[in-house]
């Protein structure tokens, strides 16, 4: 970290600031402590096993996570991802069952890579749409994408005509085999989903810190107008996030169909709300600007180990329902006192007379230079 | 205010008690001891303001002196840091604009607090709706009562109509009737004539007269000066957060007004340096812009240039034009006229974005909603608009990057424990050097930047614009707006105001000389032109050509100026001159430029002017008293002589008989002259004086003189006169006695006769006095001190005479070179280049 917020904090290191900490890292606190609660609810919560199949639901959400997290840091929202998801795993069942070419009798297998590629290529594509709608004809996000979470789930039944494709093994014969064992692989007995999460993390994480892209991304979702004014591509920018939040939720409509080896029109429902809130437990501001991958990635971990834990314990379905959306809003309101209490430091900061090396230099001295 | 003796003794300049009040009337509401701290900025230091029922209160204050700060805390939106608020004599506290209200406080605020989507009549009674029986609203009362305010703001205003169906003026109208139908005790009015038509305007003055009639204290706020010195009762001027003076509006003008809201400003001394400019780096090109919003054609016609190294600033009050036009060079905004070309090249159909690349940077006047991310570091601010650059195909160099924002730390003089902490943990001035140095770190050929200096404090202000020049003298095109008349004054190489979209007028700030247009657009020219009216020359001899010159040089600066003029001449005779003056104090004259009639006789009225408020300029000659007149502006006549004696000694070859003839003896002129001949010519033993005589400047008594000198000294080779008159009077009795070949004649003045001797051998040798440029001088610096209250310059000021002989005669004309009375009039009216190249010119002479 900086140098200033090492001097910032560095008086309080010795006596720590549990108010801080609890405040500060409040997601991660909330994580602790599901994990500390359902282990001692359920002695099965922290069996590897057990461990790796929350791990698996965890990084399906966080991969849309991470997605939405752009779209939310630019101050907009990404409700299509939920049916970007189903319509992607159609694609891809579509395509891996064959089809007739038109104008001839014959029926098309493309290869697996070619399969996954147009899957991803179709989210993205609907991404790029709704990026469009959102930079150039300036619809408020959440109309767009909202109009895109019917129109791509209705693709998604149109293509499959309601139905699901249940046989997405390919055969050697035609060429096309080997989707399920790449998206099922399990590398380090640790499934495939989770090392994508990983990746994305990764990738996202630069993407965010370390490319101009990420940066100005948070700037036009502090302040539109000072980043337009600061030469800040704001168009491209807002419309590269749904591709990218697109992307993700497309991977995650072939990640999810491999995990059900199926399919379905229906599948991602409601994903959308899932990953917006992680994203919202991880800290970010809907208005944008703020937020990260890492938070993010803990909102989907207290998320999916909430529900996970909840259905060990055998807590009700209906009573899960509440418990999810009393902690998500438990976590931003946590935020908002933290804001609170950041705004009044600030305050008090100011309001003191400056001191230290802040002490402003006598004006005269620079004036005479 | 009508009862005697209450009247507070007001001039302009006077100092009087900042917290003085004058007495009289009844007060109903009294802020005392008004402070309110905003983070590190004090907005109000300790303010008392009593308000006074039936009487209108004008708060006079340019931008962030504080006025709407004080309204604010006293119609209960804001709470003060200290102090309170006495409504008749008990102290409240509002926590809420409810409260005032309900204690009879109604505001009008500056920006309009009207719900676009709802009708004038929903507007008016929002929060306050009108119920009937059955509680639910009665919308037909409403609308009646509505209809009803209109008709007496005579606004045809149907009560249905949605607010954002109205134009602005009529939007305002709404906000006045909302604050009327309060039925208040104490109105404050902030700025609401901003979007009125003269005709809307005069209808609310007359409503304002009712109130008054009924005994409501209507407290107004107005950068409209004039217009808010017309509805005024007493006037408040507040300067930096400080009640700096109240006074009975009857007793003040425009100028007291002006004065006190601008006060004696600091001088930074940055305009100081005369420099040279470059080639033009940002070029308008009859640009019209429309504003997006409304539609509304915010520019037109607007065509400018700025030159490397350059500060140009953009005068104009709010409305103005000039957020528009600076927008609208960036990139944002409708351009759909004219052309913007940076370093020579269009930018129509580039993007904010090309223009920052192609080195035109915007800092915008709203740094909070334009200029910064407050979710970012101050580092990462710094490097927004240069990111893009910094990075190495896809990633951004981080060492590289951490090493442009320290060094522009350093440049910028941010103070600021790291790059790594929040942009809001910065006090305003830092702020706003973090929005600057962020385009600055875009390496720019132009920089606009949009009131600078709005919302910080005075040393930062002087830091930022110290910067500015920096940065200009790297070669830096600067083009900044404001609507406050000292920065202007103080900071810019040269100054365009704007009025209504349109140039109004450009002006040097060094010598407040206009050099193009006329600033004649209301809200401008009180600025500009309160300076204006007569100006008294008072000249010496008006058939002799050097005084015509000074007189004809008077005339045709003051009129570039913008000023009257009447001319008149004294004949070096001080009774004459003593009339003279009191005819010019009797007219009213704003300041009188005289040329006096001897140094000890003339000090008497040079003091009774300056003691009836006329500032006097005094040119060609000096008095022997010092602090009476406001500049002394005359010809280093020791040193011309000095030189006119070496050239004519050298061309005696330093021997013979010569005689002197010798001017007024009133004037010190002439004794200094003499003297100056003296001191070099004693030296050479060779040269003896045989004769001396009195001729009075003039060149018959020259000549008269010369011929009995010459019949009394027959063996004489050489003559020396203390001007060009007694000269060519000499050369005259010379040529008739058939003696002008073996004579050598030296004049002074460099009139253009002589100067005509000299090209033809008549005359060895003449000095140029500088008349016109210290003429020149002295008008500019009337100007300068009616506009500001300073001259700019020493009292005392002594220019450099020039030598005049047979090789470089041909170069004179009229007492100088090429600077004519033509040069100085088609400077007031030509391109901006051409005068400014012109005063360089002048500079080198």
Redesign the interface.
């Known amino acids: 970290?900086?140098?200033?917020?090492d001097?910032?904090s560095g008086g309080r290191l010795g006596n720590i600031n549990w108010n801080a900490l609890l405040v500060e890292g409040r997601a991660l606190v909330a994580l602790a402590l599901i994990i500390i609660v359902f282990s001692v609810l359920s002695d099965k919560f922290l069996e590897p096993d057990n461990f790796i199949i929350m791990s698996r639901h965890v990084a399906v959400n966080a991969i849309v996570s991470i997605g939405m997290l752009m779209t939310i840091l630019h101050g907009g929202i990404d409700l299509s991802v939920g049916s970007i998801v189903g319509l992607t795993g159609i694609v891809a069942g579509y395509l891996l069952n064959g089809f007739d070419l038109p104008l001839s009798e014959m029926v098309a297998y493309p290869a697996v890579w070619v399969v996954v590629l147009s899957a991803l290529a179709v989210g993205s594509f609907v991404g790029l749409l709704n990026g469009l709608l959102v930079s150039r004809l300036h619809i408020a996000p959440f109309i767009a994408t909202l109009g895109m979470l019917y129109a791509a789930r209705g693709f998604a039944l149109l293509i499959s005509n309601g139905l699901t494709f249940t046989s997405l093994n390919g055969s050697a014969a035609l060429g096309n085999s080997g989707f399920l064992t790449v998206f099922r692989a399990r590398a380090l007995g640790i499934p495939a989903p989770v090392w994508v999460m990983i990746v994305f993390a990764i990738i996202f994480s630069?993407l965010l810190n370390?490319?101009?892209f990420g940066?100005?991304l948070?700037?036009v979702?502090?302040?539109e107008?000072?980043?337009?004014?600061?030469?800040?591509?704001v168009a491209r920018v807002k419309t590269w996030v749904y591709v990218l939040s697109g992307f993700c939720a497309a991977t995650v409509g072939l990640l999810l169909a491999a995990d059900l080896t199926a399919a379905t029109p229906r599948s991602g429902e409601l994903y959308e709300l899932n990953a917006i809130g992680a994203v919202v437990i991880g800290g970010a501001?809907l208005s944008g600007?703020?937020g990260t991958i890492r938070g993010t990635l803990i909102g989907a971990f207290v998320i999916g180990f909430l529900v996970d834990g909840l259905v060990l314990v055998g807590v009700s379905v209906f009573w899960q329902q509440v418990i999810k959306g009393v902690v998500i809003i438990l976590a931003v309101a946590l935020d908002q006192v933290q804001q609170m209490i950041a705004r009044k430091r600030?305050?008090d900061?100011?309001?003191r007379p400056?001191s230290?090396?802040?002490?402003?230099?006598p004006?005269k001295e620079?004036?005479g230079? | 205010m009508s009862s005697a003796g209450t009247a507070v003794e007001v001039a302009p300049g006077a100092v009087s008690d900042a917290t003085a009040t004058p007495p009289g009337d009844r007060i109903v509401l009294r802020a005392v001891d008004m402070t309110k701290?905003y983070?590190?900025t004090e907005a109000l230091k300790g303010v008392n303001f009593e308000v006074r029922p039936g009487k209108v209160t004008v708060l006079f204050g340019e931008n962030g002196a504080g006025k709407s700060t004080l309204m604010k805390i006293m119609a209960g939106i804001e709470p003060p840091t200290r102090g309170y608020l006495e409504l008749d004599g008990e102290v409240v506290e509002f926590g809420s604009t409810k409260e005032a209200e309900e204690r009879g406080i109604a505001i009008i605020h500056q920006e309009l607090n009207l719900c676009p989507n709802l009708s004038a009549s929903d507007n008016l009674f929002l929060g306050r709706e009108l119920r009937t029986r059955r509680r639910d609203i009665d919308y037909a009362r409403q609308r009646e009562v509505t209809r009803q305010m209109m008709a007496r703001l005579e606004e045809d205003i149907d009560p249905s109509t949605p607010i954002a169906q109205l134009r602005l003026g009529q939007q305002q109208i709404v906000e006045v009737a909302r604050a009327l139908h309060a039925e208040a005790r104490i109105l404050i009015m902030d700025e609401p004539t901003s979007a009125l038509s003269a005709t809307e305007v005069e209808v609310l003055f007359r409503v304002i007269r009712d109130l008054k009639a009924q005994d409501v204290a209507v407290i107004y706020i107005s950068h409209h000066l004039e217009e808010a010195l017309e509805i005024a009762d007493y006037a408040v001027v507040l300067r930096d957060g400080e009640l700096v003076d109240t006074a009975l509006a009857e007793n003040v003008d425009l100028a007291w007004v002006v004065e006190k809201m601008t006060g004696r400003s600091e001088d930074?001394g940055l305009t100081d340096a005369k420099r040279r400019f470059g080639e033009p780096l940002l070029t308008l090109d009859h640009v019209d812009v429309v504003d997006v919003d409304n539609g509304r054609v915010a520019v037109s016609d607007f065509s400018l240039q700025v030159r490397a190294g350059e500060i140009v600033c953009l005068y104009g009050l709010m409305g103005a034009g000039r957020t528009e036009l600076l927008e609208a060079i960036?990139g944002?905004g409708v351009v759909t006229h004219g052309h913007i070309r940076l370093a020579g090249e269009d930018v129509a159909g580039t993007?904010?974005?090309d223009?920052?690349?192609q080195g035109l940077g915007?800092v915008?006047e709203d740094r909070q909603?334009?200029?910064?991310?407050?979710?970012?570091t101050v580092g990462?601010n710094l490097?927004?608009?240069s990111?893009?650059a910094?990075?190495r195909r896809?990633?951004?160099s981080?060492g590289s990057e951490n090493e442009q924002i320290q060094k522009q730390i350093s440049d910028v003089?941010i103070?600021?424990?790291?790059?790594?902490?929040?942009i809001?943990?910065l006090?305003g001035g830092n702020q706003q050097k973090v929005a600057i140095g962020?385009?600055l770190m875009?390496d720019p050929k132009v920089l606009l930047l949009d009131e600078p200096a709005r919302g910080i404090d005075v040393?930062?202000k002087?830091?930022i614009f110290?910067l500015l020049f920096e940065q200009a003298e790297r070669g830096l095109a600067v083009l900044y707006a404001t609507s406050e008349l000292n920065e202007a004054l103080q900071f810019s190489h040269r100054i365009v105001v704007m009025s209504k979209g349109r140039i109004a007028g450009q002006f040097d700030p060094m010598t407040g000389i206009q050099l193009t247009g006329a600033a004649g657009e209301d809200g401008v020219n009180y600025l500009f032109q309160r300076g204006r009216g007569t100006v008294a020359i008072i000249s010496a001899h008006p058939s002799n050509p050097y005084w015509q010159a000074e007189i004809d040089t008077a005339r045709a600066t003051a009129t570039a100026l913008g000023y009257e003029t009447t001319t008149d001449a004294h004949e070096n005779v001080p009774e004459v001159q003593k009339r003279l003056m009191d005819e010019a104090i009797g007219a009213g004259a704003v300041a009188i430029i005289l040329d006096p009639a001897g140094a000890d006789e003339s000090i008497e009225v040079v003091r009774k002017a300056t003691a009836a408020g006329i500032p006097v300029f005094l040119v060609n000659a000096e008095i022997s008293e010092q602090g009476i007149a406001k500049s002394q502006i005359v010809s280093n006549n020791a040193q011309g002589a000095a030189l006119g004696a070496q050239a004519w000694a050298d061309a005696m070859g330093a021997a013979g008989k010569y005689v002197e003839l010798f001017g007024n003896p009133t004037d010190r002129n002439a004794q200094l002259r003499s003297d100056a001949y003296a001191e070099v010519l004693s030296q050479l033993p060779g040269l003896t004086k045989v004769g001396q005589e009195t001729a009075n400047w003039d060149r018959a008594q020259g000549k008269d003189k010369m011929e009995s000198l010459l019949s009394a000294h027959p063996d004489i080779t050489g003559v020396i006169a203390g001007n060009d008159e007694m000269a060519l009077g000499a050369i005259q009795a010379l040529k008739d006695a058939g003696r002008l070949d073996g004579v050598l004649v030296l004049g002074f003045d460099g009139n253009q006769e002589a100067v005509n001797a000299v090209h033809k051998g008549e005359m060895v040798a003449t000095v140029l006095q500088p008349i016109v440029e210290g003429t020149q001088h002295a008008l500019q610096q009337m100007h300068r001190y009616l506009l500001t209250g300073e001259t700019g310059a020493p009292e005392k000021q002594s220019l450099d005479c020039t030598l005049i002989t047979g090789k470089n005669a041909h170069k004179f004309k009229n007492f100088s070179l090429r600077v004519t009375r033509e040069d100085i009039m088609a400077a007031s009216g030509e391109q901006v280049e051409d005068a400014v190249a012109g005063n360089e010119k002048g500079v080198e002479l």
């Open positions: 970290m900086s140098s200033a917020a001097t910032e630069v370390r490319t101009p940066r100005w948070y700037a979702g502090g302040n107008r000072a980043a337009e004014l600061s030469g800040v591509p501001a600007g703020r600030a305050a900061r100011a309001a400056p230290g090396p802040a002490a402003p230099t004006v620079v004036v230079t | 701290i983070g590190v930074y960036a944002r993007s904010i974005r223009r920052i690349a915007l915008p909603r334009d200029g910064l991310v407050r979710l970012m990462k490097s927004l608009a990111i893009g910094l990075a896809w990633l951004i981080r003089r103070k600021t424990v790291g790059a790594n902490i929040s809001t943990s006090s962020k385009m875009t040393g930062a002087g830091e110290s």
